[in-house]
C-alpha cells in the first residue's frame, strides 16, 4: 500500500492525498484547488500529478474550496466514482464550486477583454456543467456511522469542528490480508469555538494525516473578538469617516463575524452604519448553516431559544446584484463591507480593495489565514504596494488583522485532537497543510509528545505503507 500527496505539500492550500492498494484500488481524500501561490497557481491546478480516470473512490472532508475546488475537473477528465461526504458538505460544496466555476468564468472573460499583444486567451478549469456532473456523484455518509465503501474498505467520519459538515477521515483497509487503520484529519476546527460543536475523539489509527496551518502558533489570551471587531469598527467608521472593507471566506468565517456583529447588536453596541455582505455565495452559505442548526454548540443553541435568527441584525443587507456591489464604490458614507474571498485573491472584495486601499480613511480587516503569496497574505506582511488586477497600487489604507478568527486550531487545538491516540501505536504522522518552517517545528512538538516518526511530504512525495 502507497499513499502519495499531490497538494498541501508544504503549502496551506490544494489538498489532494492518494492511497494506493496493492490491487491498485485508488482512494483520494480530498481535490483541493491551489489558491495564492502568485504565478504558480495556474500550473499547479492544471496538473494532478496522477490519472484521475484511474481514481476508485474519492472522500471529501470538508467543502473549502482548497479541499474541494477541483472535484469538477477530476471529473472533467474522467474520474467515474463516487465522492463520499457528509450533508452538510455536498450542501456547501454544491454552491461553493457552482460559485467557483461562475468565478472563474467571469474572470477569464475580464482578462481575456485585457489580454496584451502575444498573450494567449485565458481558459477557466471547469464550467458550471462540469459541476452539476460532479454533484451527481456525491454519495452521504452521516457522522460516526460506520461505512463500507467495497470489501476491504470502509469509512467512518467524525465531526471535525472546522466548518459546517466538516469531517476527520477514519479508513479501515484490508490489504492483503492486513488491516490498517487511516485516519485524515481534514481542517481540524477550534475547541470551544464560538459557532461549533469540538472536535470529537477517534478510534486509534496506524497512520494519521494531520493539518498544520497553526503548528506554531497559539490563538488564547486574545482579546475578544467582538471588542476588537468593536474598535475597528469605531475608529474608522466613526472617527476617519472611512469604510472597514472585510475580506471573509464565505463560508465559516463570514457567519462568525455576523454572530460577532449580531451579539454586539443585541448589547446595543454597534454604530449606526451601514453593514453589507457583498457574496451572494455569503447568503446561500449562510441559508445552507441555518438548515443544518444540529451543528451548532450549545451557546449557540442558546441564543436562538431568544434569537430565532443568530447572523441577522439591524442595519445588515446581503448585496446580491453586481450594480448593487458596484455602486457601494460610488457611497461615500461609512460602512463595513463583508465579502469573499478571505484571502482578497478573487470575487467581489478584490475590486472594493482596489477602490479603498489607496484612502488612509479606510480600514481592510483580514480576520483569517492567509497563504503568504495571496494578496491578503502580502496585507498582512505590511507590502506597500501591492498588484490588483495587473496595476499596481500603493497601500495607503490601514491594514489590521484579527488573527484569532481562523477556523484551525492552533497547536495545542491540534495536540488536544490527538489527544484520544496512544503515540506508540501510530506508525508514522504525516504533516500537511502548512508552511514548512511552521511544520518543522510542530514536528519536534509532536515528537516531545511521543509521536517519535513524524514526516513533512513534499509535492507528489509518496511512501510505502
Known amino acids: 500500500m502507497k499513499i502519495a500527496f499531490h497538494g498541501a505539500a508544504r503549502v496551506v492550500t490544494g489538498t489532494k492525498h492518494l492511497i494506493t492498494l496493492t490491487n491498485g484500488t485508488q482512494i483520494l481524500l480530498d481535490c483541493g484547488m491551489f489558491q495564492g501561490m502568485a504565478e504558480a497557481t495556474d500550473e499547479l491546478n492544471s496538473y494532478f500529478g496522477f490519472q484521475p480516470s484511474a481514481i476508485n473512490h474519492v472522500v471529501l472532508s470538508h467543502a473549502h474550496i482548497d479541499h474541494c475546488g477541483l472535484l469538477p475537473r477530476l471529473v472533467a477528465e474522467g474520474f467515474e466514482g463516487h465522492i463520499y461526504a457528509t450533508p452538510g458538505t455536498m450542501d456547501l460544496a454544491r454552491i ?17 477583454r485585457h489580454l496584451r499583444e502575444g498573450e494567449k486567451p485565458v481558459q477557466p478549469l471547469y464550467k458550471e456543467e462540469d459541476v452539476i456532473k460532479t454533484i451527481s456523484r456525491f454519495k452521504i455518509v452521516e457522522y460516526n456511522e460506520p461505512f463500507e465503501i467495497e470489501p476491504n474498505i470502509s469509512l467512518l467520519l467524525t465531526d471535525a469542528g472546522h466548518i459546517l459538515g466538516s469531517a476527520a477521515v ?26 461549533l460543536k469540538d472536535p470529537q475523539t477517534f478510534p486509534q489509527a496506524d497512520y494519521i494525516l494531520l493539518e498544520s496551518t497553526y503548528g506554531d502558533s497559539l490563538h488564547k489570551n486574545l482579546d475578544p473578538i467582538e471588542d476588537l471587531l468593536l474598535e475597528i469598527i469605531n475608529h474608522t467608521c466613526l472617527i476617519k469617516k472611512g469604510k472597514v472593507i472585510i475580506p471573509a471566506f464565505s463560508v465559516g468565517r463570514t457567519q462568525e463575524l455576523l454572530y460577532a456583529l449580531n451579539g454586539l447588536a443585541l448589547e446595543n453596541k454597534l454604530p449606526d452604519v451601514p453593514f453589507y455582505v457583498d457574496s451572494p455565495l455569503s447568503l446561500q452559505a449562510t441559508q445552507v448553516l441555518q438548515n443544518h442548526t444540529e451543528v451548532l454548540n450549545k451557546e449557540v443553541q442558546k441564543v436562538l431559544k431568544v434569537d430565532h435568527d443568530v447572523f441577522g441584525f439591524q442595519g445588515l443587507r446581503f448585496i446580491e446584484s453586481i450594480e448593487e456591489s458596484k455602486a457601494l464604490n460610488d457611497d461615500p458614507r461609512p460602512c463595513v463591507i463583508i465579502s469573499a474571498s478571505g484571502m ?19 480600514t481592510i480587516l483580514m480576520v483569517g489565514y492567509c497563504e503568504p503569496n495571496s494578496l491578503g497574505g502580502r496585507l498582512i506582511a505590511g507590502d ?50 502548512g508552511e514548512y518552517e511552521v511544520q518543522q517545528r510542530f514536528a519536534q512538538r509532536l515528537i516531545d509528545n511521543g509521536f517519535k516518526r513524524v514526516a513533512i511530504p513534499e509535492q507528489h512525495q509518496e511512501y510505502e505503507l
Open 344 to 362: 482578497a485573491e478573487g470575487g467581489r472584495v478584490k475590486h472594493h480593495i482596489r477602490n479603498n486601499i489607496g484612502n488612509q480613511k479606510n
Open 96 to 112: 461553493l464550486l457552482m460559485d467557483s466555476a461562475k468565478i472563474q468564468e467571469q474572470d477569464a472573460e475580464y482578462m481575456n
Open 170 to 195: 477514519h479508513l479501515t483497509l484490508i490489504d492483503e490480508g492486513k488491516e490498517t487503520h487511516i485516519t485524515f484529519s481534514g481542517d481540524v476546527g477550534r475547541y470551544e469555538d464560538p459557532l
Open 384 to 433: 506597500k504596494t501591492v498588484e490588483l488586477f495587473r496595476e499596481k497600487y500603493h497601500v495607503v489604507a490601514e491594514v489590521q488583522s484579527i488573527k484569532s478568527m481562523s477556523a484551525h486550531g492552533d497547536y495545542e487545538d491540534l495536540l488536544h485532537f490527538l489527544a484520544c491516540q496512544d503515540p506508540a501505536a501510530v506508525k508514522r504522522v504525516f504533516l500537511v497543510h
